[in-house]
C-alpha cells in the first residue's frame, strides 16, 4: 500500500474485514529477482500458482479502491528473501540462484495487515491486524 497516514490505518482495517476469498494450497516456485536482472535490489521466491493470488489481490485492491494508487507494475507472488544493496558479482549471484531449487508447498489460510518501521538496522515488519480465508478444499 505504500506509505500510508496514520489515521487512515483503521479505515484500511474496517474495508478488508470485507474481502471476501477462500483458502488455498500453494507451492514453492523459481527463485527471482525484481525488478530485473539487469538492476535489481530483492531476492525472491516464486510462490505457485499464480491465480488465486492475482484473485486475493483484486479484492483486496477493489476493497480499498480511493485509498491508493495501484502499482502499473504486474504483481507477481512472491516471497522476498533478501534486499539487495551493494553485490560485487552479480553475474555470480544470479548464476548460483539459477541453480537453486525448494520443494514443497502451503495453505494460504489468511492475510495479513503488516506496517513497516524503518530503523537503522533494516526494516521491522508489525503485525496489524489477521484477515481468515474462508475454508475450502483446492
Known sequence: LGEQP???????????????ASSFSARYGRFCVFPSEQFFRVAALVLEPPTPFLALQQQIFTALQGLFVHPQEPYIPHITLARLRHLPDKKKFLARLSHLSLSG??????????????????????????????????
Open 6 to 20: 496514520e489515521e487512515a490505518v483503521v479505515d484500511i482495517e474496517e474495508r478488508l474485514r470485507d474481502v471476501r
Open 105 to 138: 508447498g502451503f495453505r494460504v489460510d489468511h492475510f495479513q495487515l503488516l506496517v513497516s518501521d524503518l530503523r537503522s538496522d533494516g526494516a521491522h515488519y508489525r503485525v496489524l491486524a489477521e484477515f481468515p480465508l474462508s475454508l475450502a478444499v483446492s
